[in-house]
């Protein structure tokens, strides 16, 4: 399974960026998708995951982004998507997606182990 991240870029503190991952497998609706984010000289931290599992939907956020990111998916298009909104310095960092097939549970979601697969990443700078 191979991830296409993209829609990253240079972007004012306040402002929003909306990412996409598209995983190339028709296993997407019973999946979980996330993304992590990694900036210079720090560990790779969890951001937001999505789990679909026979039409039940479930979300997971890091605390410092609720209220600002919204992770959603369009099983159409076979793409999640990340609406980033009041972005800050810092959330500067290369964005990663991950995906695995199956439903793990919402307990999980925020593990870099639960994912097989990641995307290349693409780079979010916010800076004036």
């Known amino acids: 399974v191979q991830l296409q991240a993209s829609g990253g870029g240079l972007v004012q503190p306040g402002g929003s960026l909306r990412l996409s991952c598209a995983p190339s497998?028709?296993?997407?609706?019973?999946?979980?998708i996330a993304w992590f984010r990694q900036a210079p000289g720090k560990e790779r931290e969890f951001v937001a995951a999505?789990?679909?599992?026979?039409?039940?939907?479930?979300?997971r956020y890091a605390d410092s982004v609720k209220g600002r990111f919204a992770i959603s998916r369009d099983n159409a298009k076979n793409t999640v998507y990340m609406q980033m909104n009041s972005l800050k310095p810092e959330d500067t960092a290369i964005y990663y997606c991950?995906?695995?097939?199956?439903?793990?549970?919402?307990?999980?979601?925020?593990?870099?182990?639960?994912?097989?697969?990641w995307g290349q990443g693409t780079l979010v700078t916010v800076s004036s």
């Open positions: 497998t028709r296993a997407f609706r019973t999946s979980a």
């Open positions: 991950a995906y695995t097939m199956g439903a793990p549970i919402t307990g999980v979601l925020h593990s870099t182990g639960t994912y097989d697969y």
């Open positions: 999505i789990r679909l599992n026979s039409g039940n939907t479930a979300y």
